[in-house]
């Protein structure tokens, strides 16, 4: 990796995760102003979505747009013109167990509407079709590493062309069997919007290096829990800060043993 950081503006922060329904109230856990009180991910449904599409929206679709479209609201941006990079461990678990089970039975015809939600780049191409996007898009796998992988390439994009690029990170739990192997809790995404320029929604800026320090922990055990559990949600100690408007050092878990170094400077 090349020593110099990668530099960009947060924009704009959209999040759904267990417990948290949105941004507003991530932040206000995270700054200690209420109690974390743990309950299933809430899913918006996706209203952008033409009616036919809108029935088939899985639950990772609803997240991802969810999650993006409230960073671009924040950002107060225009969806149709962002370049994005969607990232996921594992796409739709449920799905995927559909799948499974119609293989695994005596009739093994696949719908089209499975098949087709079935691809990594579902919600990617979701995106395009509710925020009429011709924009360039990146999708991404990286195991418990896709929210640092998706961030890198996000920035890497920012830093070449200097167009904003909108990050959606997002997973899925799978049920069983396949959640004994992969005990993902619950669905959880996170959006940033990233900029080379600084605006007048700008959050902070950050700067993103190569690293060995282990990772930033979370103070309250069950939002510890939560970035351990669901990929996406590694974001959580860089969420911590920009909630606080903190300057500083945070470490996100990325590929072992290498880890990312951010250096944020609030607005």
Not at 6 to 24: E, K, Q, S, T
Not at 44 to 69: H, K, N, Q
Not at 217 to 240: C, D, F, K, Q, T
């Amino acid at each position: 990796m090349n020593p110099t950081p990668l530099h960009a503006w947060i924009n704009g922060v959209g999040l759904i995760a267990p417990g948290l329904p949105d941004w507003p109230t991530a932040a206000a856990v995270l700054r200690d102003e209420v109690a974390y009180v743990p309950a299933p991910s809430v899913l918006p449904a996706p209203m952008l979505l033409p009616p036919a599409e809108r029935r088939r929206a899985s639950r990772v679709i609803r997240l991802s747009l969810g999650v993006g479209l409230e960073a671009v609201t924040h950002a107060g941006a225009d969806a149709a013109t962002l370049a994005t990079v969607f990232s996921a461990s594992g796409a739709d678990g449920h799905n995927c167990h559909a799948l499974c089970e119609q293989l695994a039975g005596d009739d093994r015809q696949i719908s089209p509407t499975r098949f087709h939600n079935s691809v990594h780049n579902a919600a990617a191409g979701y995106w395009g079709i509710a925020t009429r996007s011709m924009a360039p898009c990146q999708v991404l796998g990286a195991f418990d590493a896709s929210f640092g992988a998706g961030l890198l390439d996000a920035l890497a994009q920012v830093a070449l062309g200097g167009e904003p690029v909108l990050l959606v990170a997002y997973d899925s739990e799978y049920p069983e069997p396949l959640h004994a192997k992969r005990d993902t809790p619950d669905c959880g995404g996170v959006a940033l919007l990233l900029s080379a320029q600084r605006s007048e929604r700008s959050l902070a800026s950050v700067a993103v290096t190569a690293g060995r320090a282990p990772a930033d922990v979370l103070a309250v055990p069950a939002l510890e829990r939560l970035r351990r559990n669901i990929p996406a949600m590694r974001a959580l100690p860089l969420l911590h800060h920009l909630a606080h408007g903190m300057a500083g050092a945070v470490v996100l878990d990325y590929l072992a043993p290498m880890q990312l170094q951010l250096e944020l400077q609030p607005c």
